[in-house]
């Protein structure tokens, strides 16, 4: 069975670091484009940043370029996200998501593309 679980979410202050994990099973994880999503309270989800391995890619959106990060450790089945820098914006709940890897950068911020959806995690920034 596929199943995708998120883990680090919690409460920080503006400018504090937080460190999100999301383990994957029932996939061959080294062969899926791994992406993280988030939604803000009201608003439509948003991609954060999205991992091709095929081509060793990794996009941000532009709200997180240069203060999150994301890796991946294949060997333990692993998606992270280190985020640094927290703003009251970036407060969401934070879901990572799985689709079959390929050799396209074109899609990889369609999240009508990625198939598999962990439950989330709440991320709460507070100034």
């Known amino acids: 069975q596929v199943s995708l679980v998120e883990f680090g979410g919690g409460l920080a202050q503006a400018g504090d670091s937080l460190r999100l994990s999301c383990v994957a099973s029932?996939?061959?994880?080294?062969?899926?484009?791994m992406a993280w999503i988030r939604q803000a309270p009201g608003k439509e989800r948003e991609f954060v940043g999205a991992?091709?391995?095929?081509?060793?890619?990794?996009r941000y959106a532009d709200s997180v370029m240069g203060r999150f990060t994301i890796s991946r450790d294949n060997d333990k089945n692993t998606l992270f996200l280190q985020m640094n820098n927290l703003k009251p914006d970036d407060t969401g709940v934070y879901f990572c998501?799985?689709?079959?890897?390929?050799?396209?950068?074109?899609?990889?911020?369609?999240?009508?593309?990625?198939?598999?959806w962990g439950q989330g995690t709440q991320v709460t920034v507070t100034s």
């Open positions: 998501a799985a689709r079959p890897s390929g050799p396209s950068l074109a899609t990889m911020f369609d999240r009508h593309l990625y198939g598999t």
């Open positions: 029932g996939i061959r994880f080294s062969t899926y484009d």
């Open positions: 991992n091709n391995p095929t081509l060793s890619n990794t």
